[in-house]
């Protein structure tokens, strides 16, 4: 069965934020035919930019009014007072209400009203490879949901939407809310940033206390992890094992579980308890209500880490880079 953008013909899409998913969204949906206005802050510091691109900016308040979808693509912590000062008061019975992560319905940090479709579509790329992929005629795959159907038409109207994407070009994964949000917190916590990040850190320290120069501890751990990851993105860990030597090969399988063992394992799963009981949402929630303080100190040491500063004067030499 071919899904299609038939479910939102005759339907006005509203876009709220225009960063990195919002403009990809709101340029494929456009492009697939669909009706978009993109609703920004006057005077906020994208709008300039939706303008640019071709689109009717209103405010909020006005794109949600005349909207049969609303598309929530902010930050996820300024979500919950969007919706209830804006959303809940102007969006029309029977609109559909969407996300591009289950966060803050998962959370219970947005109690959405009961006449709307609650629904997610979550891209599982970001919004540069959303756009590029969509305008050379292919798509990125999508994880779509339903979390709430009144109208009988929200899985049609979820679905259309991943199609007006590019996502049904690719593949379209149903999922629920819980999935959705518990997965992508645990893989950006322990393996995707806090994990990867912390293991180059830790391997650079290695390496420069024990005397060896920063600029080959950075190539070995940091510049070399791409490489690494190209292979295993392109073709998973057989592939990684077929372009490595026999010697990196051994070293992989004698000293790997060395550094990521069971009790590492042990301490995901510790991870994975806080993000589903909801130990991890009220922290952050907390955290982001109290000004950051915490969020800030630590993303300081990490800006402040010697890896950045040799990292910084490598990579102006290396012309390349910064063509991207
Ligand atoms: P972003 O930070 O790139 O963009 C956020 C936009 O919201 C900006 O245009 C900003 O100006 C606007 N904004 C900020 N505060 C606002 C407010 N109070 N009112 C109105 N607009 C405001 O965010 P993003 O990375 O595109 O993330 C949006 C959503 O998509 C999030 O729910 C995120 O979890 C989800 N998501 C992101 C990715 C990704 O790769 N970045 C992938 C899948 C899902
Ligand atoms: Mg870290």
């Not at 005349?66 to 902010?74: G, K």
């Not at 579980?257 to 301490?267: F, Q």
Request: aromatic share 8%; charged share 25%.
């Amino acid at each position: 069965m071919t899904v299609t953008t038939e479910a939102l013909q005759n339907s006005r899409i509203a876009i709220l934020g225009y960063g990195s998913q919002g403009r990809a969204h709101a340029l494929n949906l456009r492009d697939s035919g669909l009706d978009v206005v993109v609703g920004l802050r006057p005077g906020g510091p994208t709008s300039a930019k939706a303008t640019a691109d071709g689109f009717a900016v209103a405010t909020p308040e006005e794109a949600v009014k005349s909207a049969d979808l609303v598309a929530v693509l902010t930050p996820d912590m300024v979500q919950p007072a969007l919706y209830q000062d804006v959303i809940a008061p102007n969006l029309k019975a029977g609109a559909a209400l969407l996300f591009a992560h289950g966060f803050n319905v998962h959370f219970k940090t947005i109690a959405p009203r009961e006449d709307i479709d609650v629904v997610l579509v979550a891209p599982k790329g970001p919004g540069y490879l959303v756009r590029t992929e969509y305008e050379i005629g292919r798509g990125v795959p999508c994880l779509y949901a339903v979390y709430q159907d009144t109208t009988g038409k929200a899985k049609d109207r979820a679905m259309a939407y991943a199609a007006g994407l590019g996502g049904a070009r690719a593949l379209l994964i149903e999922t629920d809310f819980k999935e959705e949000t518990e997965t992508d917190l645990f893989g950006e916590q322990a393996v995707l940033c806090g994990g990867a990040s912390e293991l180059v850190q830790k391997g650079f320290e290695t390496l420069v206390e024990a005397g060896y120069r920063p600029e080959i501890a950075y190539y070995e751990v940091l510049h070399e992890l791409k490489l690494i990851v190209d292979l295993l993105y392109q073709g998973g860990i057989t592939k990684m094992l077929t372009f490595v030597s026999e010697t990196a090969q051994y070293g992989d399988y004698v000293s790997g579980p060395r550094i990521v063992d069971d009790a590492t394992k042990e301490r995901m799963k510790a991870v994975l308890k806080d993000i589903q009981d909801g130990t991890f949402a009220k922290k952050w929630t907390e955290e982001y209500k109290a000004g950051l303080p915490n969020y800030k100190r630590m993303k300081q040491a990490d800006l402040d880490h010697p890896i950045e500063k040799i990292g910084a004067e490598l990579r102006s030499k290396m012309v390349w880079l910064n063509e991207a």
